[in-house]
T-cell receptor, first 113, second 112 residues
């Protein structure tokens, strides 16, 4: 059974629209993260949460807003979508927010037309 | 966190033992050395980590230089499934701003 679920697997959106990427982890972890990977580029850290609180934000744009309704959920809301937002978005989690091992989800592949 | 340097790519053949180098000349005393790998279309996968002593697990052996300025991930008897981008990352424990930052890594190709 998958321990980190990301939904949807693929997502096509039009410029200017809003989408929510879902992430749920069933590992009992207290820290969750979002990363983004554009085509042929390194993985880029976006946010980290610990016990549902924002710990680190490396995303310049306020169009990206994490939402944590439960300890094991960290969704990512993206507003006013642009073609440059096209990427694969990976969710990850770890037991705590220090050197603990991170586990990554399968990713959501977003294409903005 | 201190910076790491890895070769862009390496080639190997199935069954070989592969040595993936990582240089971290400015590593701090409290920074751990982590290795992840990523295959196309999937998220990164934890491989191993260490602080000072060499470590081993079912996936790999991590050799850390005595001065900690470099490390080598050793993959014994590689198979086609080991083809991936391998990332060497330094992390500070108990630092709230501690999410791993990934670089380009080393792309390992494995030939049959």
């Amino acid at each position: 059974d998958p321990k980190i679920i990301q939904k949807p697997k693929y997502l096509v959106a039009v410029t200017g629209s809003e989408k929510i990427l879902i992430c749920e982890q069933y590992l009992g972890h207290n820290a969750m993260y979002w990363y983004r990977q554009s085509a042929k580029k390194p993985l880029e850290f976006m946010f980290s949460y610990s016990y549902q609180k924002l710990m680190d934000n490396q995303t310049a744009s306020s169009r990206f807003q994490p939402q944590s309704s439960k300890k094991n959920h960290l969704d990512l809301q993206i507003t006013a979508l642009k073609p440059d937002d096209s990427a694969t978005y990976f969710c990850a989690s770890s037991h705590t927010n220090n050197q603990d091992t991170q586990y990554f989800g399968p990713g959501t592949r977003l294409l903005v037309l | 966190d201190a910076k790491t340097t890895q070769p862009d790519s390496m080639e190997s053949t199935e069954g070989e033992t592969v040595h993936l180098p990582c240089s971290h000349a400015t590593i701090s005393g409290n920074e751990y050395i982590y290795w992840y790998r990523q295959v196309p279309l999937q998220g990164p996968e934890y491989v191993t980590h260490g602080l000072q002593q060499n470590t081993t697990n079912s996936m790999a052996f991590l050799a850390i230089a005595s001065d900690r300025k470099s490390s080598t991930l050793i993959l014994p008897h590689v198979s086609l499934r080991d083809a991936a981008v391998y990332h060497c990352i330094l992390r500070v424990p108990r630092n709230n701003n501690n999410a791993p930052r990934f670089g380009a890594g080393t792309k390992l190709s494995v030939k049959p």
